[in-house]
């Protein structure tokens, strides 16, 4: 019987080629160092990001390659290729080495963090803040260390100057009220303070809480006359070279023979506009120390200013409402080359501020200077404008690090000027007395009382907009209303939903008594309905005499004025009410202006939002005044 077959085992397969580990990791390694190379730049831009921003790519690849690997063609794809993606996978790994040792030395030799910069604040006249804030970049981009900015500094624009005395001693930010504190909203503390003349920080040192320190010049200008280049052409052809006359002379060119109107600041809100009063009246021969001789002469002086003002609180402002008379083609009169000449209004201004309009700087006004340019003209009857640096020093916040930062900047600024004139033919400099003693007298003497009315929207939704905004706003006017000044509080509501409006008596007061005018609106009851604005005036505009009327509302009180549009009904109440001179509305809350033209009235009217100013209650004061 034959045997059973076998069954015999095949031949081995012939072996594959193995690399060692070394040869692997040589390959790996060359193959890494090539891809490396290539990737260079990437890498550059790979390493400038923070380290949780690199950690994520090499966790995403990992993922996805996880989850590719679970298709099964490619899976597949793998196992044929497994030599292949072997060398791939060292590769990968000699480029994570290289990664992770790039990371690790950057992280040994690059060293702590940049530390948080000393922030130094610094506070200026609206005017002067853009050429501030150049400076202040300029001098932080220099001081740095290893890469590491050492100083963050900040400009903002001062308090009007009948705050500064309140601003300096109530620590800028808060005030104590009958023991309980709240927020006077003067930005923050400054460190430093550009004053526009030495007069200011020689008036307030010793007066206020604040250490002021010893003044740093910080830069020269000159008050100048400013005029369209078409205003300019006349004005040569009558007086070659008005430096030649006498500022009195000059004044009465302008505003005799050219029909020109001079309009400046307020005072009470920008010191170059009180050293500008200053100069204007004793350039026309109105010595302040001379007033009781002849008021009325000061007293008319002083209402033209005011009447041709332009309501401007500012230097800014000032040349911001020149540029929207400037846009409008009624304001031009005449031509020159064939261009209209433009408005015939002379604005009194820093002569740096001439060149911010033509170059379009002027802070919160684009576009200035696009259809006249202006022309500063000098005169050596004009007052230079001395700017010093003064540091501040706040009690119980002392640091001589601080201080030595300050007092650098100080000395660096002296050295590189807010401004630069090759020569500045002003008389001289004003002087703290002459300065204090005009403010006085102009408050309280020269200029015309005010008998100013405010109506309050005492509707439960006027409430929280207006209440203590409203109070805080008028508490604040100690300077800007005179002793002679008297102001009338009164409340607009209804008892029931579209009932009869009603107007209620809620406070009157001179000025020195505005804190308790403002605790009576503060205790107000804001708890009836909305009523028409309208019947508001018409019964306001019953009484005797004449004064304007600044109505304070969250806005809704334009919805109440019946059928008719709110522009027809509220124009034709003003037209009617003898005893109102003008309606300014000022908007608080989230609110617009509903009604911003009247028609049927050629009185004044204004409606702003309290958000778009600083100093609401002072615009309106401001703007009221010229209603009369």
């Known amino acids: 019987m034959p045997d059973a077959p076998q069954h015999e085992t095949p031949p081995p397969a012939p072996a594959q080629p193995r690399f060692g580990t070394t040869k692997a990791a040589l390959i790996g390694a060359v193959a890494s160092a090539v891809v490396t190379g290539i990737l260079a730049p990437w890498f550059d831009l790979f390493n ?3 380290l949780p921003l690199r950690l994520w790519p090499p966790l995403a690849v990992a993922v996805l390659v996880a989850g590719l690997l679970h298709i099964p063609a490619l899976g597949r794809f793998v196992v044929a290729h497994a030599q292949a993606i072997r060398l791939g996978l060292w590769a990968l790994a000699g480029m994570a080495l290289v990664g992770l040792l ?6 040994i030799t690059a060293g702590s963090p940049c530390p948080v910069p000393t922030e130094l604040r610094l506070v200026t006249a609206p005017e002067n803040v853009v050429q501030l804030r150049e400076r202040s970049r300029q001098y932080s981009g220099e001081q740095q260390r290893d890469g590491c900015p050492l100083l963050r500094m900040t400009v903002a624009a001062v308090p009007p100057p009948v705050h500064l005395l309140n601003a300096f001693n109530s620590g800028w930010e808060m005030e104590d009220r009958t023991g309980r504190p709240y927020a006077r909203l003067h930005d923050l503390q400054p460190d430093a303070w550009v004053a526009t003349s030495a007069a200011q920080p020689d008036d307030l040192r010793g007066r206020v809480s604040a250490q002021l320190g010893a003044n740093l010049p910080a830069g020269e200008d000159q008050l100048v006359l400013a005029m369209t280049e078409g205003r300019k052409a006349e004005l040569d052809r009558i007086m070659n070279d008005p430096d030649d006359y006498s500022f009195e002379k000059v004044w009465t060119t302008l505003t005799t023979e050219m029909g020109m109107k001079i309009a400046r600041p307020y005072p009470e809100t920008s010191v170059a506009a009180l050293i500008a009063t200053h100069d204007l009246f004793e350039g026309r021969g109105l010595a302040v120390s001379e007033y009781e001789q002849a008021p009325a002469k000061y007293q008319r002086a002083e209402q033209d200013l005011v009447t041709h003002g332009l309501g401007a609180d500012t230097v800014n402002s000032l040349l911001c409402e020149f540029d929207r008379l400037a846009d409008e083609p009624a304001r031009q009169s005449g031509t020159v080359a064939g261009r209209p000449s433009g408005p015939g209004i ?13 170059d379009d700087r002027v802070e919160g006004c684009p576009d200035t200077g696009q259809s006249h340019e202006l022309v500063g003209v000098g005169h050596h009857e004009l007052s230079k404008l001395d700017y010093q640096y003064v540091p501040v020093t706040w009690a119980g916040q002392r640091s001589a690090e601080k201080e030595a930062l300050v007092e650098k900047f100080g000395q660096w600024l002296k050295s590189k000027p807010l401004f630069h004139h090759e020569s500045i033919p002003g008389k001289g400099r004003a002087t703290a007395h002459s300065l204090t003693t005009l403010s006085q007298l102009l408050l309280d003497k020269i200029r015309t009382p005010v008998d100013m009315r405010l109506m309050l929207d005492v509707s439960g939704s006027a409430a929280r907009p207006v209440r203590v905004q409203a109070a805080e706003a008028l508490r604040g006017q100690g300077r800007m ?3 002679r000044d008297d102001v009338q509080v009164f409340g607009l509501g209804s008892r029931t939903e579209h009932g009869r409006a009603e107007v209620i008596d809620i406070a009157s007061g001179r000025a020195p008594r505005l804190g308790a005018v403002a605790t009576e609106i503060e205790n107000a009851e804001f708890d009836r ?3 028409p604005v309208s019947a508001g ?3 306001l505009g019953e009484g005797d005499g004449s004064a304007p009327v600044v109505l304070l509302t969250d806005g809704r009180l334009f919805d109440n004025e019946g059928g008719a549009g709110a522009a027809e009904s509220i124009g034709e109440a003003l037209a009617e009410a003898s005893a109102v001179s003008g309606l300014y509305v000022i908007v608080f809350g989230p609110n617009d202006c ?3 033209k009247l028609r049927g009235t050629s009185k004044p009217y204004m409606c702003v939002t309290a958000s778009s100013t600083r100093e609401p209650i002072a615009d309106a004061l401001l703007t009221v005044r010229r209603w009369r």
């Open 594 to 596: 509903a009604v911003s």
């Open 48 to 50: 400038r990001l923070p």
């Open 346 to 358: 002379v604005m009194l201004v820093p002569g740096h501020s001439v060149r911010d309009f033509n």
């Open 529 to 531: 309905w909305d009523a």
């Open 537 to 539: 005036v018409r019964e």
């Open 102 to 107: 790039s990371v690790v030395v950057q992280g």
């Open 481 to 483: 209303l005179g002793p």
